[in-house]
């Protein structure tokens, strides 16, 4: 049974490994974080809060992490789109979403982001930082750029920014978030997560 354990875990790393170097491999701003990190020895993955997928069917998508140890934890409702949270002790918390499959999800973006990239890549990597001004204002200087302003008020339980989306052929791929967090909250907020949702909306119908 132990041997059963540790060899899933082995895969669940090889998983993960895959799609975090997927990401950083096609996400400049992840990129410049990563080299960073490693400039000091810190890496990119070990500071992964949350990584998140799109889909058009969150419990299709999620079998293989179900199949991996990963649990569902909470499901979060928005105006067009939800998620679910799903958890594993010593891994990145994974947040799958999707528009609304009825009437409410018809003003949803995801549903053209997951058309035209799939759900088999990751839309974005959450970063834990300890001072998110700071960490924007270190990674401005490399040319990483934010999509509006931080979500969650200073000294808050949680707060949030993402960069401007990677594009590719014009549309908007994916985004770095950065992720302060305070108080031992480990949870999702929906009102913030909106708001991060609307940032890159913004970005897409712009673009």
């Given at each position: 049974?132990?041997?059963?354990?540790?060899?899933?875990?082995?895969?669940?790393?090889?998983?993960?490994?895959?799609?975090?170097?997927?990401?950083?491999?096609?996400?400049?701003?992840?990129?410049?974080?990563?080299?960073?990190?490693?400039?000091v020895g810190v890496g990119f993955f070990p500071l992964a809060d949350h990584i998140t997928f799109r889909t058009?069917?969150?419990?299709?998508?999620?079998?293989?992490?179900?199949?991996?140890?990963?649990?569902?934890?909470?499901t979060l409702n928005y105006d067009d789109w939800f998620a679910k949270v799903y958890r594993k002790p010593g891994y990145p918390s994974l947040f799958i979403d999707q528009a609304y499959p009825d009437e409410r999800g018809k003003t949803s973006i995801i549903p053209g982001w997951v058309a035209k990239f799939g759900d088999r890549t990751l839309h974005h990597i959450a970063v834990k930082v300890e001072d998110?001004?700071?960490?924007?204002?270190?990674?401005?200087?490399?040319?990483?750029?934010?999509?509006?302003?931080?979500?969650g008020e200073?000294?808050?339980?949680?707060?949030?920014?993402?960069?401007?989306?990677?594009?590719?052929?014009?549309?908007?791929?994916?985004?770095?978030?950065?992720?302060?967090?305070?108080?031992?909250?480990?949870?999702?907020?929906p009102p913030q997560a909106d708001g991060l949702m609307k940032s890159t909306a913004r970005k897409t119908r712009e673009g």
């Amino acid at each position: 049974m132990l041997g059963y354990a540790m060899t899933a875990a082995r895969q669940l790393d090889d998983v993960l490994a895959r799609y975090v170097a997927d990401f950083v491999a096609r996400n400049a701003a992840a990129r410049t974080l990563k080299q960073q990190l490693d400039e000091v020895g810190v890496g990119f993955f070990p500071l992964a809060d949350h990584i998140t997928f799109r889909t058009d069917n969150i419990d299709r998508r999620a079998e293989e992490f179900l199949a991996l140890g990963y649990a569902c934890s909470e499901t979060l409702n928005y105006d067009d789109w939800f998620a679910k949270v799903y958890r594993k002790p010593g891994y990145p918390s994974l947040f799958i979403d999707q528009a609304y499959p009825d009437e409410r999800g018809k003003t949803s973006i995801i549903p053209g982001w997951v058309a035209k990239f799939g759900d088999r890549t990751l839309h974005h990597i959450a970063v834990k930082v300890e001072d998110i001004e700071r960490a924007m204002e270190r990674l401005s200087r490399s040319g990483v750029r934010f999509a509006g302003s931080i979500v969650g008020e200073r000294g808050g339980s949680l707060r949030q920014v993402f960069t401007v989306p990677e594009e590719v052929d014009g549309a908007a791929f994916s985004v770095v978030e950065l992720t302060e967090r305070h108080e031992g909250f480990l949870g999702f907020s929906p009102p913030q997560a909106d708001g991060l949702m609307k940032s890159t909306a913004r970005k897409t119908r712009e673009g």
